[in-house]
Structures are given as C-alpha cells and as structure tokens.
C-alpha cells in the first residue's frame, strides 16, 4: 500500500520489506517495532543488509532473539552499535542469521558469542589446527570453569564452528578452505575429548599409547557441516619409567589395549552423546579391520596384519584418506608410514576396478526409490560420482606417479589434471560440479545443522538455499536447473572419465616416438600407464588391447572420429563383462569388416542402445561373436526395436523357401539354408545374452529351446526339398517313395540347446508299384546327401544329424521303410527304445507319412497297460548302467549338467517313466516336452507340487548352464568350466555377481540334490 504526501510517493513499511525480500513482511514489521529494534526498524543499512541474506525473514527472527538474550542493555546497545556502523559484523552476523537457525539458536543461548565475529586478527581469516585448538583448549580449560566438560566441549565446538560458517557465507573462505577448517576444528574437537577422557581415568592414558586416524571426509580435509567422523585407532604399549630403576617398564599389551579402548570409547562418547548442550556429531569407528565386528582398538602389527591378509579392495580405497589427528603423533605418523605403501599398490589386485565400479554401483542401488532423484551424495551424478572417479583414477596412476596422493578430492582432481590423466575441460567441469553440488550440501545441513544429503522439496527451503547461493531473480526456478545441470555433467563425465584418457593416449600416435605420448584436448598419457590402466580394468593382455585401441582411434577419418567417441563407454561396458579382452579384439574384428560402410558407425552412434548391445554380446563369450563375425553385417539387427526377437515358425519356412528356391543346386540351396540358420542362430544367442528371451529362468530356457528348435528344423525342411529337388532331376522323374524326417531327444522335445546335435530317424514309403529296393536306394541316397551338405565344413556352423537312435543303432539302415519299422518294433523293440520314442516328432518331409509314424509308435510309448515289472527293473538297470559307465572319466557327478545326480538325465527319467506307465490314460503326459509332462502329472495327481518343483528347477538349472557353457565357451560342455575367466562368464550368464561363481556351483548343487532325491523316489522307489 503506498500513500501521497507533498507528490512524493513513500511506500508503506510492508511494501518497503516485500521489495527487500521478506516473505511474511507484517511478521518482520511487528518485529522490527519491538522496543529492542524500534530505534533501528527504519535504518535501511540494516533492512539492505537483512536483504542481503538468505532468508531475510530468518535473519530478523534470529537477531531479535539475539537481542533479546543479551544479559543487559548495556550488552544490548554495544551489539546494536556495533552491528549498524561496523560492515564485517553485519555482514557476518545477518549472514549466519539468516542461513542457520539453528546457529541463531545457539547465540540466543550464548549472546556473548556475538563477539567472536567482531573482529578477525590476521591468524582468524584462516586458522589452522593449532589455532582451532588452542582456542578450543582455552574456552574448556579456561573461560568455563565449573560447567561439565562434555557441555563445555560443545559450546566451544560450537562457537568456532560459528566463525566458519561466518567466514563460509560472506566469502572470506571458499569451498575447499571452509571444508578444511571442518576438519581441523573436528581434530581439534577429538583431540579435547581425549584429553577429557584422559583427565577422567588416568590410570588408562599412563598404560597406553593411543592415536585418533581421521578417515573419508575428515581425513581428506574436505568436511561437511554435519557429518559422521570416521576414524580409526591404534595403539601400543607405553613404557613407564620407574623412578628408582634406570630401565622402563613396558606395559602388558592385553591391559594397554584394555586402557586404550576405555579412552576410545570415551572419546566418542563425548562427541556423540547428546547433553543440555545438544551434540557434536557421531564418532563412526566401522571402517577399522573388521568393521563392527572387530575391536574397535588394534595395535600397529594387528593392523598390518589385517591388511596384508584380510583386507577387500574398497578398505584401501578408504586408506587413501587416513590422517592422524588427535592422540599420539608419532604413533599416527607411524601408522600412516606403514599402510601408505598398501594403498598404492591396491589397484595390482584382481578385479581391483570392478570391485571399486561394483561397491559404487551397490550404493545407488541402496538408495530408496523415494529419495534417489532427491539424494546429494550418493545418487547419480552425485558428489560419490566425482569422488569414485577421483580415487579410482589416483589408485590406478599414483602407484607410479606420487603427485597424485593428495587425499582431498578437489586437490587430487586438479592434480590429475595437471599429469595428464583427465582434460583440462573435463577437470574443470567437474570441478565446478563438484563445488556446487558441495556447496549446496553445506547450506541445506547448516541450517537445522542436521546430518542429510537430500534436497528439500519445501518452496521456502528451496527459496533459502538459492539465494544463499546467490541466485536472486528466481532462486527456485535458477537453483533446481542448476542442480540438474551440474548432475548430468557429473553422470556423463563419471562414465566417461575413467575410459576417455585411453582413447587419448592412441589418438594420432606415433609409435617411433620415444615417449609414446599422445594429446588430444590437453590430455596425455602414456603408452605405459594407458596399459596399466587397462590391466587395472581387467584386461589380461593389455599391451594387445593397447594395440587394438591404436588400429581403432589412430588417423583423422571420420572412421577414427567416431571410434574415438563411440570407444570410451565401450570400454566401459568391456571392463564390466567377463573377458574385456575379447569384447574389444571383437569390436576391432567388426570394425574392420564394417568400418567403411556408413550405416555401421551411425547406427552405433546415434542408437545407443544398439552400441551398448553390441558391447555386450562382443564381451559375452566366443558363440555369439564368432556368429556374428562370419557376417558381421547383422549387427543391423541391434538397431531394430524388434531385432532380437526370434523370428515365428512361419517366417523362418517362407524365408528358407525361398532361399532355397532362388538356388542353381542342392550344395548352393543347402547353403542359403545353413546361411539363414547362422544369422537365427546369432538372433537367438543374442537376445539370451542380453536378457531379451523372458522374464523369468525358466522363459528363457523355453524360448530358446523352442528358437533353435525352429531354426533347425525350418533348415532340414529346405535342406530336404533342395536334396529332393536335386535327385529328381538327376534321374530325370519324381522320387518313389515318400520321406520324412522324425525328430529325436532334445529335437522332438523343442527343447535343443545351443550345443545340441540334431537327433533324428529317417523313414520312407514306396509309393504303390515302386520297386521296394529302388526306393530304399534313392530315400537312402537322398538323406545321405542331406547330412553331407548340412555337415560339409564352410563358413557357416554346421548342422550335425544324429542317427544314432535308429532301431539297432550305428549297425542298422540308416532309413526303413514304415513297414520295417512297424516290424522290427513289433518283434524286437526293447524298453528303452519305447522310451526314446516319448519324445519322436515328425519335423520335415511327408506330413501324412509322419503321422503314420506317430500312429504305429504311440501304442509303443503310451502302453494301454504301462509298465510290467520286468520293464520296470529293465529301465532301473539301464539306469544304474549309465551312471555307472557312460558318466566321463574324471567328472564331478554333482557338477555333470547331463548325467550327474540330479542333472538332466535324472529329471528326464523320472518324466518318460511317469509318462510310460501313465500316458495311457493320462492325455497331457502325451507331449514330447518335458516341462509340460511335469505339469501335466502334478495336474492328475501322479506327483505333488514341490517333488514337480524340484524337478522343474533341476532341469531349467542344468540346461542353463549348458547353454551358457556353449555361449561361453563356444563348444559344448556338460559341466562348469575349469578356467577362471569362463567359470566368471557363466556366472555372469546365469546373474551372478563378480566374484560370485563359487556361489553359483553351490547352488546347483543344492537344486540337483533335490531333485535326485524325488527321482530315486520315483524311479527306484526309494
């Protein structure tokens, strides 16, 4: 509301403090009217001042209520006086005022304290630890005498905390000086508690050596306002000198360590407990040995002892920051001296880079949904991001470069930097990332002065820490676009930081050059530390992994611009896959093949989920990279939405129809045919590696069985026309006979691996009048020429025909007549052929001749009377016999996928049992999958739910594995890998963790031995 008065317009007292930035302005009138600042209420250097601060509303309220505590008004006037003529004090004091209630709070319990911001003598505008202790030491020991000394260690805390938070607002002090000071002053802090605690049992201080080591933030000097402390303790023995001998005395180490962990415990106790003054913050002793459960006090061997033997990667990650601060310094000194050198020396352990990448990863995934686009600290693109990057490169560089052992992250940065180990750009971002995203933290916990790293969500919170950050036209709008900004430049170089230099080690290198050094945008780095980083990755080869990145990103084409941009985060996801070496030699190999065309590279760069893809499978193992490099031209098939998806039974038939009709003869046709399969084959591969077949296990195992098996037979079905198609016209007139192909095992049960064979029994029938051995000749022939050319070696895999379950085996005719089956089944067949036929299916050739088939062999296996006990005990001993002899010298039965005790074999017999004394009168047992016989029996009540279960598991379990041997390996296995690397890729196949592959074998143990015990209990009725 504004009045007139003589033309001049005078706005009223509310409009004058909105225009100042006050949000409840009749609050402040009201306050600024009170007798204690009415003399003041319309001084506008004091409103411009309260303007200046963040909250104006805050600062009044916090100087009314200091006003007011002053003792006298005396007190009051020299407070009021001083702070209207004397700028540094208003600044200081409205500044603090307005940013921290919570340090207004204090000065209202302790108005004396206004002094401390009076005036700062040269050793005040940046003390140093002996400053923060003498004055601590002088306000416990001398200026309160009589109050507790827990209350007095507090209040003095709190006044120096006071001057630095009023050094941090007005600018005297920047972001690193302020984080700093947070940490002497916490020194200093822990330092007094022990000597309290020293003074209160001093029994324990004369037995004892102890030193306090400051660890993460406090450590590296980089302290937030409100954070947990983290140390760690060390101690020994002291020597006490008898007066009347002239030799010490040395104390007991159990009674020394006792003592120690006394003085300790105390110590912390005094920082973390909560008084009539409040708190300090809590004293975090979990980084020592062990953690929470070790002790919390070792001596200086213990230590060592620990680490040399014990100690996981991420521990001495944390050491890079350890620093002695309180307690006895020569001892801390020592201790430092001696888990310095195991520091840099962490990043020669194996898989150091991926636990590093892994514990941050756990982090993240750590962080409740709710939280993690408000988390500071630990989310993505958080501070954690630039501190991971920081350690991770200081722990690979600095065990031969020592410039880089700074502990103080923003230091290490620009160290880093100045080697050559990061851009001068990207350490620049990342540095002023890195300081805003600090300073935000600090401004959100100086206010209440509580522990927290999330961004509040309140307009009027937000409004405060904007302007306290300087940003005035719209401090909501302007602080949360900054804060996003400054996050996904964080993210971005967190994922590149690690990866980039590499690139810039090779770009336009010289290999005649004595240094070996390359630049590219301020970087360089050196052919020898570019291939210690890569072995710091994982690469076990890493001088030819140096190599490849060469023969990738050397030369000004636009072929080497874009590998150079496209190879940082490939590297990356190499790093994270079980055989880095192989995924960056298959890039290179793909590269070669492709490199000119200019689809490849701008599919790779403008889809990047197609590079990621391409990443992923080129690490993944040897099957699905060899797949891919015999064409590599499908690679286009990671650019489709719908690429990895296996293609319908339909559009497989059409398109080898038409391959093979396109073709001048059967070897021409059949390859077209093996050429279509390849690329299916690589589809499929690839979909299962990346996680594309289903949701669950046992989805996956089922669409991958169901995609090969489709593949495989669509293959045959072409294969066998152009085979036909080619005799016909050799003898110049049809066939004389009808054929079909019946698929055995694993094939009729569409449940093939990738290792699998092609199991399959041939049959024919004359036609009416042919002559009878004419036609056995030409089908014989026909399906001789069929295997031949599926088999004939090429650049395309091999489809290998398995006929071996024939009646009478390798000695009996490869193809019969239905009638010769009909006989042979009819006067000589055996149990276990009636079981091998559970699973025949006619898959190409005649239709109509195919179901004969399945009508002359279903009375076989779906005996109207099942099985009497004589097959019963015929099918247990050829049971037992092929445990006994068929299972490989030297196998592990736990472990053997196939015929190991509850492998697949055990589960299959216990199915085809079921199946043959019930299928009958059980329709649903008539299937040829195994699964759905399963169901099928836990549906008619033959088997309860978890014996099913059980089963169900043990078979998808050994039929993962054994496609993930074959993927990985890119041969066929029935059991785990002996070698390392492969053992950890199918660990990663099957969702374990780095690391975890003994886990993984546990587990199939566990889930093969249950399902042994429910087929005995089926088979052997036990």
Same mark, same amino acid.
């Given at each position: ?34 007798p204690a600042l009415a003399a003041h209420a319309a001084d506008s250097v004091l409103l411009d001042a309260l303007a200046a601060t963040a909250d104006p509303d805050q600062a009044l309220k916090g100087l009314a209520g200091l006003v007011e505590a002053c003792a006298d008004e005396a007190e009051r006037h020299a407070l009021l006086d001083t702070l209207t003529t004397a700028k540094p004090l208003r600044d200081r004091l409205l500044g603090v005022l307005g940013a921290s209630a919570a340090l207004g709070e204090h000065l209202s319990r302790h108005p004396h304290d206004w002094h401390e911001l009076v005036t700062f003598e040269l050793h005040d505008i940046h ?397 360089? &780095?050196?052919? %020898?530390? @570019?291939? =210690?980083?890569?072995? +710091?990755?994982?690469?076990? *080869?890493? !001088?030819? #992994?140096? $190599? ?103 559009? &497989?038939?059409? %398109?080898? @129809?038409? =391959?093979?009709?396109? +073709?001048?003869?059967?070897? *021409?046709? !059949?390859? #077209?045919? $093996? ?348």
């Amino acid at each position: 509301m504004e009045t007139e008065r003589g033309g001049a317009r005078r706005s009223s007292p509310a409009g004058r403090l909105v225009r100042r930035g006050f949000t409840d302005p009749e609050a402040a009138a009201a306050r600024l009217a009170e007798p204690a600042l009415a003399a003041h209420a319309a001084d506008s250097v004091l409103l411009d001042a309260l303007a200046a601060t963040a909250d104006p509303d805050q600062a009044l309220k916090g100087l009314a209520g200091l006003v007011e505590a002053c003792a006298d008004e005396a007190e009051r006037h020299a407070l009021l006086d001083t702070l209207t003529t004397a700028k540094p004090l208003r600044d200081r004091l409205l500044g603090v005022l307005g940013a921290s209630a919570a340090l207004g709070e204090h000065l209202s319990r302790h108005p004396h304290d206004w002094h401390e911001l009076v005036t700062f003598e040269l050793h005040d505008i940046h003390p140093g630890p002996e400053e923060f202790v003498r004055r601590l030491y002088r306000h416990i020991w001398e200026e309160q005498p009589g109050i507790p000394r827990a209350d007095a260690l507090r209040t003095g805390y709190r006044r120096l905390l006071l001057s630095i938070a009023a050094r941090d607002l007005t600018g005297t002090a920047d972001l690193g000086q302020t984080a700093a000071e947070l940490a002497d002053l916490a020194g200093a802090t822990l330092q007094a508690a022990l000597d309290i605690a020293a003074e209160e049992d001093p029994d324990a201080a004369r037995a004892c050596r102890l030193a306090v080591i400051a660890m993460g933030k406090c450590g590296g000097r980089e302290l937030n306002y409100v954070s947990d402390v983290d140390v760690v303790f060390v101690a020994e023995p002291r020597q006490i000198v008898d007066g009347e001998s002239a030799d010490p005395e040395t104390v007991d180490p159990d009674t020394a360590l006792k003592a120690a962990t006394r003085l300790a415990s105390r110590m912390m106790r005094l920082c973390s407990d909560s008084t009539r003054e409040g708190t300090i913050w809590q004293v975090d002793a979990n980084l020592r040995p062990e953690g929470k459960n070790g002790p919390l006090v070792r001596t200086l061997a213990s230590h060592l002892a620990y680490y040399q033997r014990w100690a996981k990667t991420w521990e001495f990650q944390a050491l890079l920051k350890a620093r002695p601060v309180a307690g006895d310094a020569a001892l801390g000194h020592e201790y430092l001296q001696a888990v310095t050198p195991m520091v840099w020396q962490a990043s020669q352990r194996e898989n150091f880079v991926q636990d590093v990448q892994q514990m941050r990863r756990r982090v993240v995934e750590a962080i409740p949904a709710s939280e993690v686009e408000r988390e500071l600290k630990l989310g993505p693109g958080g501070l954690r991001d630039v501190e991971f990057s920081v350690q991770l490169l200081q722990l690979v560089h600095g065990r031969t470069d020592d410039s880089l052992r700074s502990a103080t992250t923003l230091t290490a940065l620009a160290d880093l930097s100045a080697g050559g180990y990061v851009g001068r750009a990207d350490a620049a971002a990342l540095d002023s990332a890195y300081r805003f995203l600090r300073t935000l933290e600090h401004r959100i916990q100086l206010f209440q002065l509580r522990r927290t790293h999330l961004v509040p969500t309140a307009e009027q919170d937000l409004r405060r820490l904007g302007r306290s950050l300087g940003l005035r036209a719209d401090p909501v709008a302007e602080l949360l676009a900054e804060w996003k900004r400054h996050g996904r430049e964080v993210r971005r170089l967190h994922e590149k930081l690690f990866y980039r230099p590499l690139l810039d080690a090779v770009a336009h290198l010289d290999l005649e050059e004595v240094g070996l050094t390359a630049r590219l945008d301020g970087t360089a &780095l050196s052919a %020898e530390a @570019a291939q =210690a980083r890569l072995a +710091a990755l994982g690469y076990r *080869a890493p !001088v030819d #992994a140096f $190599r490849h990145l060469q023969a990738l990103a050397n030369g000004v084409s636009r072929r080497a611009a874009l590998q150079r941009t496209l190879l940082p985060v490939m590297l990356g996801w190499f790093a994270e896959s079980a055989d880095p070496d192989a995924g960056l030699l298959g890039f290179r190999k793909v590269s070669d093949s492709l490199g000119s065309t200019p689809w490849y590279l701008r599919l790779l760069r403008d889809e990047g989920a197609a590079a990621e893809n391409l990443a992923r499978i080129l690490s993944s193992g040897r099957l699905a990279p060899d797949l891919l490099l015999r064409a590599p031209e499908a690679v286009a098939l990671l650019g489709d939405t719908d690429g990895l998806d296996p293609r319908s039974p339909q559009m &497989l038939d059409r %398109e080898v @129809a038409s =391959a093979v009709g396109r +073709a001048d003869d059967a070897p *021409a046709a !059949v390859a #077209a045919a $093996r050429s279509v399969r390849r690329r299916e084959l690589f589809r499929t591969a690839a979909a299962d590696v990346l996680g594309r077949l289903g949701d669950t296990p046992a989805d996956a195992v089922e669409a991958a069985g169901l995609a090969l098996t489709g593949l495989n037979r669509a293959t045959l079905a072409g294969a066998l026309a152009a085979c036909v198609a080619a005799a016909e016209a050799a003898a110049g007139q049809p066939l004389p006979t009808r054929l079909s192909v019946i698929a055995m095992g694993r094939f009729g049960g569409h449940e093939l691996g990738y290792g699998s064979d092609a199991d399959v029994m041939f049959v024919h029938d004359p036609l009416p009048g042919a002559d009878e051995t004419k036609a056995s000749n030409a089908a014989r022939g026909v399906f001789e020429e069929l295997r031949r050319l599926l088999q004939l070696p090429s650049t395309e895999p091999p489809l290998l025909i398995d006929a071996d379950l024939r009646p009478e085996g390798r000695q009996g005719p490869l193809v019969r007549t239905i009638a010769s089956y009909a006989a042979y089944y009819r006067r000589w067949s055996h149990t276990w052929e009636s079981q091998a036929l559970l699973r025949a299916k006619p898959v190409a050739g005649d239709t109509a001749l195919g179901e004969e088939f399945v009508a002359l062999i279903d009375p076989l296996r779906y005996p109207a009377a099942g099985l009497n006990a004589a097959e019963l005990l015929d099918i247990r001993r050829i049971k037992a016999r092929v445990e006994a002899e068929r299972l490989p010298r030297g196998a592990d039965p736990t472990t053997h996928t196939k015929l190991g005790r509850g492998g697949l074999a055990d589960v299959e017999w216990a199915v085809q049992l079921l199946q043959l004394q019930h299928g009958h009168g059980v329709p649903g047992l008539r299937t040829t999958r195994t699964l759905r016989a399963l169901g099928a029996a836990v549906d008619a009540a033959l088997l309860d739910a978890d014996a099913a279960e059980a089963l169900s598991a043990a078979w998808v379990q050994a039929t993962r594995v054994r496609n993930a041997v074959m993927l990985v390996r890119g041969r066929a296995g029935d059991s785990f890998p002996a070698e390392p690397r492969e053992l950890a890729g199918v660990a990663r196949y099957l969702g374990y963790g780095e690391g975890h592959a003994g886990e993984m074998v546990d587990d199939y143990r566990r889930t093969a031995r249950r399902a042994r015990e429910v087929m005995e209990h089926i088979v052997y009725g036990e």
